[in-house]
């Protein structure tokens, strides 16, 4: 784990000037890193045809072979290639995380908010939420699943659906302890309109919350495929996941451990770096954060 | 704030009329015949077809759904199609071990959650807080399953002291029930500690960061007062959100739990149903998780005007 | 002792854990007591009743409390259990039974002659074997409480093997009131005459089962020999427990938690030969067959060019690598031992053959429709070789699409007989026990009746009509003779196919001996015992 040794260090600044990339990493590293790595990945898993290999081919007699010139990572239970199916596998990994952070943090968002703010609304859909929540992802995305037959769209809205409200509801005790604030309440005083001020000032002071969220959302999206696939309701057996990987070749550990450790430091990587770019971004847009290292 | 109570429990009702419905077309709308996995994987068609008729599978489904709202009126939550026995018994016969694991799990993971987190914050940027985070990272970076097995086999393949699997009942002595709810409860800790433990720590520092809080520094509060009195009262809120929200995704987290440790609970109950398409198990479980579910976090709305006085209701 | 860093790991660890543990609470990890056996069966045992579900684990409980007429012995021949002696008429249609001594239920009242006419009529209802008998009988009677007569309209040579079948549902002797339910109803108590005992209250339904040793039980005198001779109970307590998770059904059993892993995959038998306590057993020596159902209403498999196709592409050897590497063979008769033959097996060729298939293919005016292949991702050893296949078949250029879901989904949609653009299906992968496969009459995956056949709905008058004769051939050389003309038939109609046979050894703690071997995937629980 060398990522986590890896100097993640602070530098008290203000007074220096460097433009560009350099400045940003000395400023906010973990932006850096986290970002850089999530960069790089999304880079390598969609240039994968041009380098992996075939994911899907098979050959039984060829199966659970060791690491070789041919099969870098050797081979799985069905004698496919696991470097191949490791490199596609972050397509769909990262598909599921990423998308499932954005539905859920557009969504969620835009119901926290309004609800936060009107007491009427909030009524309505904060239950309607509380609905949706109270099912657990789990189980909700085994249900759904069980009725359209497993597939990578059904996975990410069964993902998505009940990460929505658990955003909203962090977003809206966020505005619910932001508008009674003094300088909302002057803003509006003052005549801003509601939008505005929405847009100007409440908004804003949610998005450390929500970056930390969305990391959270991504991380989990990608655990819950993870744990589904665990469960036998993942992404279809045939395409490769890091976590049908993991979970389909869990059995083969002793035997081939890269079938396992492949995907899963894939996968724990790939979180990490999300959760990293997390925590650096809720530094670099909420400046009274900073304040903290005097 | 009584009419506020009473309203919330009111709307509560709906919520799990809605809940209701939308469980009970799910499940009809799946693909699956609970008659056909009763009859055996090698059963004719027509053992199928006799069974289904028996069971009532064939009546139209708002005959269906008004025969399921009825009874669950009078406390009649069905029979299980393949047990043949009360789906409330059923259920009850599973709860102790999903109670004992969910209860000990948020015990240990708020009390070392947000120990982290408030230690974290109190040393921000220091060599304690990237311990803490790296752990936080971490610990939400693997899978609970594979968690599990870890500590499967260091602990009882490897060292003997735990046992790998299964569930003692309370009544049978607190020591075996303990024992055998260690594993498990440290296995679907983990998430949920870093998950506070980073929720608290962002938290805090944001309140922190604010001028009160400079202004309280600067009048000379110690550190502890700081922490204590107004931070972590003001981080208050998103805390006890999280605490809230943190006990659907448990539910989701026992499911896994349960079957790597072969835990007899409400998990591993719904998720057979599940495959075996039991329509009133299922049906029961999501009943009865979101009511827990939808009553708690009303007791977490009602908590935040203990925690922050300038919310009212 | 040298020390390694994973010593020290451990000893660190162990330094931490002791403080924190008392011991007495160590103490809770120690073996199981001998006389109780903890066993991980393959399922859960979730409905009660044998003669309602033909579910292999509910038979293993009916194997449990109740007793049977007849049984087999280890060469598979049918010998008397709860019947002392029976004779039948010299116009070969009147069979009179009469009960051992003896016999009693678990509630303490006796086994009457009313329970076995009550019985053999309920599980007439749906077993196949049943069917025969209910349709060939003009009157099951009891002629007082020990003896009972069944009388034919025509002789039914193979009437005491249809009765000893082990193929679920079996013929469980239940009491009268119980048995006087409708086959399609549940019988809701648990009260056999069985060498075991059924203990509800340390019973949770779905994840744990306790059988407590019958102890007026009284077996007969003969030595146990397969499933017939004296059911002897060697232990007090059988406890099942359902561990749906591979890797902790294992775990368990290396720490001694259990003594009996009844379905360990195929490839945790490395692990578990390597364990000096533990070994793998098979019981079930026949082994099982993996049946390739091919919907033969639907294109492009209405033509049976196309059939024909995939029995000239499978490679048996392959598939057998993905399913069970170690004991996997092929095989080429549709028939289970003794009636297995090779009469008409040349479309059999070590690595399949790509080029015949295409070629077939293209005879069958095949032009790139939709192959819809089941695929039960929750059942790993049918979800390999469905994989295995779509790809196979995408090699020789046709469109195959796995259509992923649990097994519960696919008994929905393999019952449904439209094209695969309506929610319809091509072909689904399933298995069936050689001893089974050895009954055309009992098998329903021997059927070639079109409409009314198994999913896949063959057809061939021909081959049914050689069936219809089975009833009456009465010596073993006459059935495999009209077993092997059947066959003949039925490899060039395809009405499926086969990809291979495997076997399925359990696994269990050395400490644990004498267990029976059966040829269906059944776990007979007396004569087992611990040291």
Same mark, same amino acid.
């Given at each position: 784990?060398?990522?986590?040794?890896?100097?993640?260090?602070?530098?008290?600044?203000?007074?220096?000037?460097?433009?560009?990339?350099?400045?940003?990493?000395?400023?906010?590293?973990?932006?850096?890193?986290?970002?850089?790595?999530?960069?790089?990945?999304?880079?390598?898993?969609?240039?994968?045809?041009?380098?992996?290999?075939?994911?899907?081919?098979?050959?039984?007699?060829?199966?659970?072979?060791?690491?070789?010139?041919?099969?870098?990572?050797?081979?799985?239970?069905?004698?496919?290639?696991?470097?191949?199916?490791?490199?596609?596998?972050?397509?769909?990994?990262?598909?599921?995380?990423?998308?499932?952070?954005?539905?859920?943090?557009?969504?969620?968002?835009?119901?926290?908010?309004?609800?936060?703010?009107?007491?009427?609304?909030?009524?309505?859909?904060?239950?309607?939420?509380?609905?949706?929540?109270?099912?657990?992802?789990?189980?909700?995305?085994?249900?759904?699943?069980?009725?359209?037959?497993?597939?990578?769209?059904?996975?990410?809205?069964?993902?998505?659906?009940?990460?929505?409200?658990?955003?909203?509801?962090?977003?809206?005790?966020?505005?619910?302890?932001?508008?009674?604030?003094?300088?909302?309440?002057?803003?509006?005083?003052?005549?801003?309109?509601?939008?505005?001020?929405?847009?100007?000032?409440?908004?804003?002071?949610?998005?450390?919350?929500?970056?930390?969220?969305?990391?959270?959302?991504?991380?989990?999206?990608?655990?819950?495929?993870?744990?589904?696939?665990?469960?036998?309701?993942?992404?279809?057996?045939?395409?490769?996941?890091?976590?049908?990987?993991?979970?389909?070749?869990?059995?083969?550990?002793?035997?081939?451990?890269?079938?396992?450790?492949?995907?899963?430091?894939?996968?724990?990587?790939?979180?990490?770096?999300?959760?990293?770019?997390?925590?650096?971004?809720?530094?670099?847009?909420?400046?009274?954060?900073?304040?903290?290292?005097? | 704030?009584?009419?506020?109570?009473?309203?919330?429990?009111?709307?509560?009702?709906?919520?799990?009329?809605?809940?209701?419905?939308?469980?009970?077309?799910?499940?009809?709308?799946?693909?699956?015949?609970?008659?056909?996995?009763?009859?055996?994987?090698?059963?004719?068609?027509?053992?199928? !077809?006799?069974?289904?008729?028996?069971?009532?599978?064939?009546?139209?489904?708002?005959?269906?759904?008004?025969?399921?709202?009825?009874?669950?009126?009078?406390?009649?939550?069905?029979?299980?199609?393949?047990?043949?026995?009360?789906?409330?018994?059923?259920?009850?016969?599973?709860?102790?071990?999903?109670?004992?694991?969910?209860?000990?799990?948020?015990?240990?993971?708020?009390?070392?959650?947000?120990?982290?987190?408030?230690?974290?914050?109190?040393? !921000?940027?220091?060599?304690?807080?990237?311990?803490?985070?790296?752990?936080?990272?971490?610990?939400?970076?693997?899978?609970?399953?594979?968690?599990?097995?870890?500590?499967?086999?260091?602990?009882?393949?490897?060292?003997?002291?735990?046992?790998?699997?299964?569930?003692?009942?309370?009544?049978?002595?607190?020591?075996?029930?303990?024992?055998?709810?260690?594993?498990?409860?440290?296995?679907?800790?983990?998430?949920?500690?870093?998950?506070?433990?980073?929720?608290?720590?962002?938290?805090?520092?944001?309140?922190?960061?604010?001028?009160?809080?400079?202004?309280?520094?600067?009048?000379?509060?110690?550190?502890?007062?700081?922490?204590?009195?107004?931070?972590?009262?003001?981080?208050?809120?998103?805390?006890?959100?999280?605490?809230?929200?943190?006990?659907?995704?448990?539910?989701?987290?026992?499911?896994?739990?349960?079957?790597?440790?072969?835990?007899?609970?409400?998990?591993?109950?719904?998720?057979?149903?599940?495959?075996?398409?039991?329509?009133?198990?299922?049906?029961?479980?999501?009943?009865?998780?979101?009511?827990?579910?939808?009553?708690?976090?009303? !007791?977490?709305?009602?908590?935040?005007?203990?925690?922050?006085?300038?919310?009212?209701? | 002792?040298?020390?390694?860093?994973?010593?020290?790991?451990?000893?660190?660890?162990?330094?931490?854990?002791?403080?924190?543990?008392?011991?007495?609470?160590?103490?809770?990890?120690?073996?199981?007591?001998?006389?109780?056996?903890?066993?991980?069966?393959?399922?859960?045992?979730?409905?009660?009743?044998?003669?309602?579900?033909?579910?292999?684990?509910?038979?293993?409980?009916?194997?449990?409390?109740?007793?049977?007429?007849?049984?087999?012995?280890?060469? =598979?021949?049918?010998?008397?259990?709860?019947?002392?002696?029976?004779?039948?008429?010299?116009?070969?249609?009147?069979?009179?039974?009469?009960?051992?001594?003896?016999?009693?239920?678990?509630?303490?009242?006796?086994?009457?002659?009313?329970?076995?006419?009550?019985? &053999?009529?309920?599980?007439?209802?749906?077993?196949?074997?049943?069917?025969?008998?209910?349709?060939?009988?003009?009157?099951?009677?009891?002629?007082?409480?020990?003896?009972?007569? &069944?009388?034919?309209?025509?002789?039914?040579?193979?009437? &005491?093997?249809?009765?000893?079948?082990?193929?679920?549902?079996?013929?469980?002797?239940?009491?009268?009131?119980?048995?006087?339910?409708?086959?399609?109803?549940?019988?809701?108590?648990?009260?056999?005459?069985?060498?075991?005992?059924?203990?509800?209250?340390?019973?949770?339904?779905?994840?744990?089962?306790?059988?407590?040793?019958?102890?007026?039980?009284?077996?007969?005198?003969?030595?146990?020999?397969?499933?017939?001779?004296?059911?002897?109970?060697?232990?007090?307590?059988?406890?099942?427990?359902?561990?749906?998770?591979?890797?902790?059904?294992?775990?368990?059993?290396?720490?001694?938690?259990?003594? =009996? =892993?009844?379905?360990?995959?195929?490839?945790?038998?490395?692990?578990?030969?390597?364990?000096?306590?533990?070994?793998?057993?098979?019981?079930?020596?026949?082994?099982?067959?993996?049946?390739?159902?091919?919907?033969?209403?639907?294109?492009?498999?209405?033509?049976?060019?196309?059939?024909?196709?995939?029995?000239?592409?499978?490679?048996?050897?392959?598939?057998?690598?993905?399913?069970?590497?170690?004991?996997?063979?092929?095989?080429?008769?549709?028939?289970?031992?003794?009636?297995?033959?090779?009469?008409?097996?040349?479309?059999?060729?070590?690595?399949?053959?790509?080029?015949?298939?295409?070629?077939?293919?293209?005879?069958?005016?095949?032009?790139?429709?939709?192959?819809?292949?089941?695929?039960?991702?929750?059942?790993?050893?049918?979800?390999?070789?469905?994989?295995?296949?779509?790809?196979?078949?995408?090699?020789?250029?046709?469109?195959?699409?796995?259509?992923?879901?649990?097994?519960?989904?696919?008994?929905?949609?393999?019952?449904?007989?439209?094209?695969?653009?309506?929610?319809?299906?091509? &072909?689904?992968?399933?298995?069936?026990?050689?001893?089974?496969?050895?009954?055309?009459?009992?098998?329903?995956?021997?059927?070639?009746?079109?409409?009314?056949?198994?999913?896949?709905?063959?057809?061939?008058?021909?081959?049914?009509?050689?069936?219809?004769?089975?009833?009456?051939?009465?010596?073993?050389?006459?059935?495999?003779?009209?077993?092997?003309?059947?066959?003949?038939?039925?490899?060039?109609?395809?009405?499926?196919?086969?990809?291979?046979?495997?076997?399925?050894?359990?696994?269990?703690?050395?400490?644990?001996?004498?267990?029976?071997?059966?040829?269906?995937?059944?776990?007979?629980?007396?004569?087992?015992?611990?040291?």
């Amino acid at each position: 784990m060398t990522l986590l040794s890896a100097p993640v260090e602070y530098v008290p600044t203000g007074r220096l000037r460097i433009s560009g990339l350099p400045r940003l990493a000395r400023r906010h590293p973990l932006v850096v890193i986290g970002g850089g790595l999530l960069a790089l990945l999304i880079v390598l898993a969609l240039a994968a045809p041009l380098y992996a290999g075939d994911p899907l081919n098979m050959d039984p007699f060829k199966r659970l072979q060791p690491p070789s010139a041919e099969m870098w990572f050797g081979s799985d239970n069905l004698g496919r290639d696991v470097f191949a199916r490791t490199i596609f596998g972050a397509r769909i990994s990262l598909m599921v995380g990423l998308l499932s952070a954005a539905g859920a943090a557009l969504g969620g968002v835009l119901i926290g908010v309004i609800a936060g703010y009107n007491r009427g609304f909030d009524n309505i859909v904060m239950r309607v939420m509380d609905g949706l929540m109270s099912i657990p992802t789990i189980l909700l995305a085994i249900a759904l699943i069980s009725l359209t037959g497993p597939g990578i769209a059904i996975l990410i809205v069964a993902i998505t659906i009940p990460q929505m409200p658990s955003v909203s509801r962090l977003v809206r005790s966020a505005v619910l302890s932001v508008r009674e604030r003094p300088y909302v309440e002057a803003a509006l005083c003052g005549g801003a309109r509601l939008p505005k001020v929405l847009w100007r000032h409440i908004l804003p002071s949610t998005i450390p919350s929500l970056m930390v969220q969305s990391a959270i959302v991504c991380a989990d999206a990608i655990l819950t495929e993870a744990g589904l696939s665990f469960l036998g309701v993942g992404v279809p057996p045939e395409i490769p996941s890091w976590g049908n990987m993991i979970s389909s070749s869990r059995l083969y550990l002793a035997i081939a451990p890269l079938t396992v450790f492949a995907p899963g430091i894939c996968l724990a990587v790939t979180v990490l770096a999300v959760n990293l770019l997390g925590d650096g971004l809720r530094d670099l847009f909420d400046p009274r954060a900073k304040r903290r290292r005097r | 704030m009584a009419a506020y109570i009473l309203r919330r429990f009111v709307s509560t009702i709906a919520v799990m009329a809605m809940v209701g419905i939308f469980v009970f077309l799910l499940l009809r709308l799946a693909p699956g015949d609970p008659a056909a996995m009763i009859a055996g994987k090698s059963a004719t068609a027509e053992m199928i !077809a006799g069974i289904r008729e028996k069971m009532g599978l064939n009546d139209p489904m708002p005959v269906q759904f008004i025969r399921w709202v009825r009874d669950m009126l009078g406390g009649d939550f069905g029979t299980s199609i393949f047990a043949g026995r009360p789906v409330l018994q059923l259920i009850s016969q599973r709860l102790e071990p999903t109670i004992s694991l969910s209860i000990l799990t948020m015990i240990v993971s708020v009390t070392i959650g947000v120990s982290f987190g408030i230690l974290a914050a109190w040393r !921000a940027g220091g060599l304690v807080d990237r311990i803490l985070t790296a752990f936080a990272t971490l610990g939400f970076s693997v899978p609970v399953f594979v968690v599990g097995f870890f500590l499967i086999y260091l602990f009882a393949i490897t060292a003997h002291w735990l046992p790998v699997q299964g569930y003692k009942p309370i009544d049978h002595g607190f020591g075996p029930w303990l024992v055998h709810l260690i594993l498990p409860t440290v296995t679907l800790s983990i998430p949920y500690i870093a998950f506070i433990a980073r929720i608290t720590r962002a938290s805090m520092l944001e309140v922190l960061s604010e001028d009160y809080m400079r202004t309280a520094a600067a009048k000379g509060a110690s550190s502890y007062s700081m922490l204590f009195h107004h931070a972590l009262k003001n981080a208050g809120v998103p805390i006890l959100t999280v605490i809230g929200l943190s006990f659907a995704g448990l539910i989701g987290g026992v499911v896994i739990t349960e079957t790597v440790f072969n835990i007899p609970g409400v998990g591993r109950l719904v998720v057979d149903a599940i495959n075996n398409r039991d329509y009133p198990i299922i049906q029961g479980v999501l009943i009865l998780v979101s009511g827990l579910y939808v009553l708690i976090n009303l !007791a977490v709305d009602l908590s935040y005007t203990l925690v922050d006085p300038r919310i009212r209701y | 002792m040298t020390i390694s860093r994973r010593n020290l790991i451990k000893m660190g660890v162990a330094a931490g854990t002791a403080v924190s543990i008392p011991s007495i609470l160590r103490a809770q990890t120690s073996p199981t007591d001998a006389r109780t056996v903890r066993m991980a069966m393959g399922n859960a045992l979730s409905v009660y009743d044998p003669i309602w579900t033909a579910t292999n684990i509910t038979a293993d409980h009916g194997l449990a409390i109740y007793d049977t007429l007849f049984s087999l012995d280890s060469k =598979f021949t049918s010998q008397p259990q709860m019947v002392e002696k029976w004779n039948v008429s010299e116009d070969t249609k009147t069979y009179t039974f009469e009960l051992r001594e003896g016999l009693s239920w678990h509630d303490g009242t006796p086994v009457t002659a009313a329970d076995c006419v009550a019985s &053999i009529r309920r599980w007439g209802e749906v077993s196949s074997g049943g069917q025969l008998i209910m349709a060939r009988a003009n009157e099951i009677s009891k002629k007082d409480d020990k003896t009972f007569t &069944i009388v034919l309209k025509e002789p039914l040579g193979i009437l &005491i093997d249809v009765l000893a079948d082990l193929t679920p549902p079996c013929l469980f002797i239940m009491r009268e009131q119980d048995a006087s339910r409708p086959a399609t109803e549940q019988v809701t108590t648990n009260i056999g005459s069985g060498p075991f005992k059924f203990n509800e209250a340390l019973t949770t339904p779905g994840a744990s089962v306790t059988y407590d040793r019958n102890e007026r039980y009284v077996p007969r005198k003969q030595p146990s020999d397969g499933l017939a001779g004296g059911k002897i109970v060697k232990v007090d307590r059988v406890i099942w427990e359902f561990i749906a998770e591979q890797q902790t059904a294992l775990a368990a059993l290396q720490a001694g938690e259990i003594d =009996f =892993f009844e379905q360990p995959s195929a490839d945790l038998y490395p692990l578990i030969e390597s364990d000096p306590n533990l070994e793998l057993q098979v019981l079930n020596e026949t082994g099982n067959h993996v049946c390739l159902r091919i919907n033969s209403l639907q294109k492009p498999f209405n033509n049976v060019k196309a059939r024909q196709a995939i029995l000239h592409l499978v490679d048996q050897e392959a598939f057998m690598r993905v399913m069970d590497p170690r004991n996997g063979r092929p095989e080429t008769s549709i028939f289970g031992e003794p009636i297995s033959n090779d009469e008409n097996t040349g479309w059999y060729k070590k690595g399949g053959d790509p080029e015949k298939a295409k070629q077939l293919f293209a005879e069958a005016g095949y032009a790139g429709e939709k192959v819809v292949i089941l695929d039960p991702t929750d059942i790993p050893i049918l979800d390999n070789p469905s994989q295995l296949l779509a790809a196979t078949l995408r090699k020789i250029g046709v469109n195959a699409e796995l259509a992923p879901s649990d097994w519960s989904a696919i008994t929905t949609r393999r019952a449904k007989k439209v094209p695969v653009e309506e929610d319809g299906w091509s &072909i689904f992968i399933t298995s069936e026990a050689d001893y089974s496969l050895s009954n055309p009459l009992g098998s329903p995956l021997l059927l070639a009746n079109g409409d009314n056949a198994w999913y896949g709905w063959p057809k061939s008058d021909e081959y049914e009509a050689l069936r219809a004769k089975w009833a009456d051939v009465n010596t073993i050389e006459d059935r495999k003779a009209l077993a092997r003309q059947m066959q003949h038939i039925w490899w060039d109609f395809v009405g499926d196919v086969r990809l291979g046979k495997y076997l399925s050894p359990v696994a269990r703690r050395k400490t644990l001996s004498g267990l029976i071997g059966v040829p269906v995937q059944l776990v007979p629980m007396w004569n087992m015992q611990k040291a």
